[in-house]
């Protein structure tokens, strides 16, 4: 009894250690040793070293005991002694505790086979322990070995297309040979699989063998799969892709296309027109109708059916006329002279033959060689002519004759500024050449003075707070003002009695009241206001804009001089046959006088002064 307590406690204070021991490892860290289990005799290896540090560890240390007749390759970061027996790893970090990390160095193995063990130690500052994981390891001889790397997998194909496939082989010899088991491949030297004939739709299983010197053989399996193949075709009406209209009369060529031959078949509603080859068509002038053409190849053992359809519409001839919009440029817009770009765009059925621009007011047309196409188009030429009133319109033929004819469209040319201000400018509608012209989302009024735009002159644009200066003669009776804005305009007119109101883009504005008032126009747009002052004066036919007076033309001012020197002499004239009346009348009276009275002494006779009424100094307007 008393022994059995003695081996009792033997065994639990060996327990005690053994804990203790394996405690005090597992809380300072281990490292772990990764060995293969066999290698073969005289074949390289490496060994791994996997050290598992705690957080506190900063330092270790290894030494790894090599086995006898094992050369050491590559130790890496180790430390190999004179003798090649023991690898040695010291690691001191001080700042950082250590992380985990994994040593590796590579072994040569002996000639002789047999089982070999390996052996270790470590240390974390604290104690040697032995390392752990795989220590024993089991040399062989070496097998002849021959065996396929990744072979590949089962591959498909399309009818007509080739198969190149690469095959890899590790052998223990460099000798070896490929073969296949269908004579409809081949497989060469370098491992690539081919076929030796186009191969027909279907499965095909093949056996790759290979053999080396040593006389090994072996296989793998691999599986072609080829699929039939949908022909491409293409269905043209005159040359065209998809559906299409031709009409009454015309030749219509409806062609199909095959990239292969065989059984392409062509039908019209159902009825057959033509079969066979890898290109059929018909050529034909179909009456009035609908037709719906299919395109077919039947199919065979190598190629699928396939079909394509197109739809062909054949109409009456077009009896419609082209329809024309007038863009450029606007109604009432004023420009300058020079090249004018006329705008325009066409909605047609069919085809544009040709257009010609007609300049209504002068009885000119001009008919370019230009090629012309549904949608937006341009005739340019030049409009010379400054301070002028212009109609236009367009004429368009269809390549059936049809003609078309636009509404007619009214502009006005400004005076030549001689300064070249504007040579080059552009317009807002993006036409340049034709001179600067008033920009239609800007309030601009131009003054038209007279009873008709043919007859009468334009004045303007005026800026805000421009004054313009009327005279009131027989001719000049009326002003007519013409905005450019296309929303319209809000004229309100007040002359001191009556206000006038008027909504549009022009207006008229009698001149006939007193001309001692002034006239103040409102001219109101939905961009803003601009006042304009009008001065009515007692010159007859006069019209003043700003200080702009040396703006008129020497023509102007040689038709004023001449209008002066013409009064003059009236009025010299007029004052001598006055002079010479009134001396007959006195002469007279005085020999009655002489006859009847007694003479006496008389005052002298003065007659009176005459000044002849002469218009203001201003320019007279040409009309």
Request: hydrophobic content about 35%; some cysteine.
């Amino acid at each position: 009894m008393r022994i059995s307590m003695t081996m009792k406690n033997i065994i639990a204070v060996f327990c005690l250690f053994i804990f203790l021991i394996s405690f005090t490892s597992a809380s300072l860290g281990n490292v772990t040793r990764a060995l293969p289990s066999q290698v073969v005799k005289g074949e390289e290896f490496n060994v791994s070293l996997i050290v598992n540090p705690n957080s506190s560890n900063n330092a270790y240390a290894i030494e790894e005991y090599i086995p006898n007749g094992f050369e050491v390759v590559n130790s890496f970061r180790g430390e190999l002694n004179p003798s090649g027996t023991t690898l040695r790893w010291l690691d001191f970090v001080v700042l950082e505790p250590l992380t985990k990390t994994t040593l590796k160095y590579t072994l040569k193995a002996p000639d002789n086979d047999g089982d070999y063990s390996f052996s270790g130690s470590y240390s974390f500052g604290s104690g040697s322990f032995q390392i752990l994981g795989d220590s024993s390891l089991k040399v062989t001889s070496a097998p002849p070995h021959l065996r396929f790397i990744n072979p590949p997998k089962n591959i498909t194909l399309v009818f007509g297309n080739s198969l190149n496939v690469k095959f890899e082989v590790s052998a223990s010899s460099n000798q070896f040979n490929y073969r296949v088991n269908d004579s409809r491949f081949e497989i060469n030297s370098s491992g690539w699989l081919k076929n030796k004939v186009t191969l027909v739709p279907g499965n095909y299983s093949l056996k790759i063998f290979i053999n080396d010197s040593n006389g090994l053989e072996n296989s793998t399996n691999f599986k072609v799969i080829v699929n039939k193949r949908t022909p491409v075709l293409e269905l043209l009406i005159n040359g065209e892709e998809g559906d299409a209209k031709v009409y009454n009369g015309t030749i219509s060529n409806v062609s199909c296309f095959s990239d292969v031959s065989g059984n392409l078949l062509l039908k019209r509603n159902g009825w057959n027109i033509s079969k066979f080859g890898k290109v059929i068509n018909e050529t034909k002038i179909l009456p009035e109708g609908y037709y719906t053409y299919n395109c077919s190849f039947e199919g065979n053992s190598n190629y699928t059916p396939a079909l394509v359809s197109v739809n062909l519409n054949v109409t009456s001839v077009d009896v419609f006329s082209p329809r024309i919009t007038l863009l450029y440029p606007h109604n009432l817009q004023v420009i300058s002279s020079g090249n004018v770009n006329f705008n325009f765009s066409i909605s047609e059925e069919t085809a544009v033959d040709n257009c010609s621009l007609k300049l209504v007011s002068e009885n000119l047309i001009i008919s370019p060689s230009n090629f012309f196409n549904v949608g937006n188009n341009v005739i340019t030429t030049n409009v010379s002519t400054p301070n002028h009133k212009y109609r236009w319109k367009i004429v368009c033929y269809d390549i059936f004759g049809n003609k078309g004819e636009s509404g007619i469209r009214t502009f006005y040319t400004r005076r030549v500024d001689n300064s070249g201000g504007d040579s080059g400018s552009s317009d807002s509608s993006g036409n340049s050449g034709g001179g600067q012209t008033i920009s239609p989302s800007q309030p601009a009024i131009f003054f038209i003075v007279g009873e008709d735009y043919n007859v009468g002159r334009s004045v303007g644009p005026l800026s805000e707070n421009s004054e313009v200066q009327v005279g009131l003669g027989d001719e000049v009776s009326s002003v007519r003002i013409v905005s450019v804005n296309p929303t319209g305009v809000s004229f309100s007119i007040n002359d001191g009695d009556t206000i006038f109101s008027q909504y549009g883009k022009t207006t008229r504005v009698d001149l006939d009241g007193d001309g001692n008032k002034e006239t103040t126009l409102l001219f109101t747009s939905t961009l803003g206001t601009v006042n304009l002052y009008v001065k009515k004066s007692n010159s007859e036919g006069n019209i003043h804009q700003g200080n702009d007076s040396s703006s008129d033309s020497e023509e102007d001012s040689e038709e004023g001089s001449s209008n002066w020197i013409i009064y003059l002499v009236i009025g010299l004239i007029v004052l001598v046959v006055i002079v010479i009346v009134v001396i007959i009348i006195v002469t007279n009276s005085h020999k009655n006088t002489s006859l009847t009275k007694p003479q006496t002494q008389s005052p002298p006779f003065n007659p009176p002064s005459v000044s002849p009424r002469l218009p203001s100094n201003s320019p007279v307007f040409r009309r």
